[in-house]
Nanobody, 127 residues
């Protein structure tokens, strides 16, 4: 089992920034691809960003490319998502997720590939 705990969400004005963190425990963190997904009220959960287990390639949804940055620190068992130039449409609950030894570019963006999920952290962007 992998336990994931997100933090760093909050209320921010449009154009502002936040850094989300996701702390993992339970298994060897470096064996897991890490992804961020979000779900806005009344909408389906959608992919935001991901980083594979075995390299530092990064993947982003088109809607967040050039504004969000994912990174991981295997020594701290933590993945981060830096959110910049925030827009009201970024308002959502943000979830981190872990997938064992996942690196394929298309698969890494699919939520069904992830077996472990955090409880989510709310990000609210005011206009």
């Amino acid at each position: 089992q992998v336990q994931l705990v997100e933090s760093g969400g909050g209320l921010v004005q449009a154009g502002g920034s936040l850094r989300l963190s996701c702390a993992a425990s339970g298994r060897t963190f470096s064996n897991y691809a890490m992804g961020w997904f979000r779900q806005a009220p009344g909408k389906e959960r959608e992919f935001v960003s991901a980083i594979p287990w075995n390299n530092y390639n990064t993947y982003y949804a088109d809607s967040v490319k050039d504004r969000f940055t994912i990174s991981r620190d295997n020594a701290k068992n933590t993945v981060y998502l830096q959110l910049s130039s925030l827009k009201p449409e970024d308002t959502a609950v943000y979830y981190c997720a872990a997938a064992y030894r996942l690196s394929a570019a298309q698969a890494i963006m699919r939520s069904v590939q992830y077996a472990y999920w955090g409880q989510g952290t709310q990000v609210t962007v005011s206009s």
